[in-house]
């Protein structure tokens, strides 16, 4: 009998995991499903047509990452220009992002999916999809998270298609309120043909050509070309160790990974759970240190998985080199009582706001997402994966597995970097680990800021400091899942960001 306990983004995706886990399901299968139920219920927040990274830990052999991230389109070889179509968003605190066909990017979390099912799973695809068929054909309450960003999004940016429009606005055009039924039209027959076709048909067959033909005719890149050539590709995964844990994270190119090896470094050495001011400076200063190396080295780097690798070798010597909104991205962590573990992170972006008619699929606008595609739509040769921050994770020691993650942009690795130094360094339970106040440094052009949780008794330090008034979203939504083969189950769903788990299995 194998039981699975997973941490994901809803009530409703965790319940699409317990389903799966009843079903026979291990813990690939399981984070999968709830995976795929988050990204088609969360509108704006993310989507499938964007991008998904999977850690896996199997209990007999090596971590490995499947890299299902975004890439450059243009394999049809079109020089025509793009029109750039700026968003200005008051949404935290003011952001602009680019939208519309010219920013949509190649998607590859289906392929990551379906690549982790076949080699890990234990049980049918189409069983695995079902719960998100379900979801989308009975509707599914629109999240206080999804809400809040379509509070400023949803006109300039998910205004873009009568489809998506339709499904998130009422008749009087005016933005469903939060716990509201969403049906997105089409949504469900879409995800039924993917249950029975697996990724064939978004990647080669009518799927694929309504995607292509819909972003093509509105002014953009990606082609067919682009969508047949996709393949998720399995990584070794940058390994690092903190206390007597042994860290399983993604690797180069995408950043995630590298950074939290960083973020980790000045604790890695430690077993000793002593925490004191000078404990809390270091994680401020690690996170000073890394996040501006990442902002003047690597974001602005032709070869980004050469100038992490540069960069985790000035970790091995010790040596690092001295706006309000929340994420773009869902995130799933489950276990097994087999000591098997899975992470997933996914995003879409902003959301470029284009659904092609007949499809129910939000496109993502990561080729526009300016903070992480420094380049804009000139990011590189066709094929060529986009930066990002995901950082899903999976940790072992003695007889206990760990699966971890969180959503949260630039904090995402600082979020991580905290509950993994709590929970690995500190000692503390793995609730308090998850529940524990944070800080973030918020690393600027010319200065940099401090923002802090509250009742942190902070150090002296010389960046000026932003007070939140509570736990704040802004600060990630760490998800982790604990399996020991001596204590059992332990599961923690960060209280900053509504989320669900489960316990299930047969």
């Known amino acids: 009998m194998t039981r699975v306990a997973t941490a994901t983004s809803s009530t409703i995706a965790a319940e699409a ?271 000073r240190s890394a996040l501006g190396y990442r902002r003047n080295k690597l974001d602005r780097s032709d070869d980004i998985e050469a100038a992490c690798n540069e960069f985790l070798a000035l970790l091995d010597d010790l040596a690092i080199p001295g706006s309000w909104q929340s994420a773009s991205t869902v995130h799933t962590s489950a276990v097994d009582s087999a000591g098997n573990a899975c992470a997933i992170t996914a995003s879409a972006g902003y959301g470029s706001g284009e659904m092609p008619a007949g499809t129910g699929l939000w496109l993502n606008n990561c080729l526009g997402e300016l903070e992480l595609n420094r380049r804009g739509f000139d990011a590189g040769p066709p094929g060529r994966r986009l930066p990002s921050n995901m950082t899903p994770g999976a940790a072992r020691r003695k007889d206990s597995v760990l699966a971890f993650g969180s959503p949260g942009a630039d904090r995402i690795t600082t979020a991580l970097q905290q509950f993994l130094v709590n929970f690995m360094y500190r000692g503390m339970p793995l609730r308090d680990a998850v529940d524990a106040p944070r800080v973030h440094v918020e690393v600027g052009e010319e200065n940099d800021r401090l923002a802090a949780e509250p009742s942190l008794d902070l150090p002296s330090q010389s960046m000026p400091v932003t007070r939140y008034p509570g736990l704040n979203m802004y600060f990630g939504g760490v998800g982790a899942a604990l399996y020991s083969a001596t204590e059992g189950f332990d599961i923690a769903a960060d209280p900053r960001r509504a989320g669900g788990t489960s316990i299930a299995g047969r």
């Not at 964007?50 to 890299?67: K, M, Q």
Request: aromatic share 6%; proline share 6%.
């Open 17 to 287: 995991a317990a389903q799966v886990a009843d079903d026979g399901g291990n813990a690939v299968d399981c984070a999968i499903a709830a995976a795929l139920v988050a990204m088609n219920t969360e509108p704006g927040v993310c989507a499938l047509a964007g991008g998904a990274f999977v850690t896996i830990w199997p209990a007999e052999s090596d971590p490995l990452t499947i890299d299902g991230n975004v890439a450059v389109p243009g394999y049809a070889g079109t020089d025509k220009p793009l029109q750039e179509i700026a968003v200005d968003m008051e949404y935290g605190g003011g952001v602009r992002t680019l939208v519309g066909a010219p920013s949509v990017a190649v998607p590859g979390a289906l392929a990551a999916l379906e690549l982790a099912a076949t080699r890990y799973g234990e049980i049918a695809w189409s069983q695995i999809v079902k719960p998100a068929i379900d979801c989308a054909r009975s509707g599914f309450p629109l999240s206080t998270a999804s809400h809040y960003y379509l509070e400023y999004s949803g006109q300039s940016i998910f205004g873009r298609s009568a489809d998506g429009h339709r499904a998130l606005h009422d008749s009087a055009d005016t933005l469903r309120t939060a716990g509201e039924r969403i049906i997105v039209p089409h949504l469900a027959d879409t995800l039924d043909e993917i249950a029975r076709t697996g990724s064939e048909s978004f990647y080669r067959g009518e799927i694929a050509a309504a995607i292509a033909n819909h972003v093509q005719a509105a002014g953009g890149r990606l082609c067919r070309d682009d969508l047949s050539r996709y393949t998720a590709i399995p990584r070794p995964c940058l390994r690092s160790t903190l206390a007597d844990w042994h860290i399983a994270s993604n690797p180069p190119p995408a950043v995630g990974g590298t950074m939290l090896s960083a973020l980790i470094s000045g604790f890695r050495d430690s077993t000793a759970g002593r925490w004191d001011e000078q404990s809390l400076l270091k994680i401020i200063r690690l996170q």
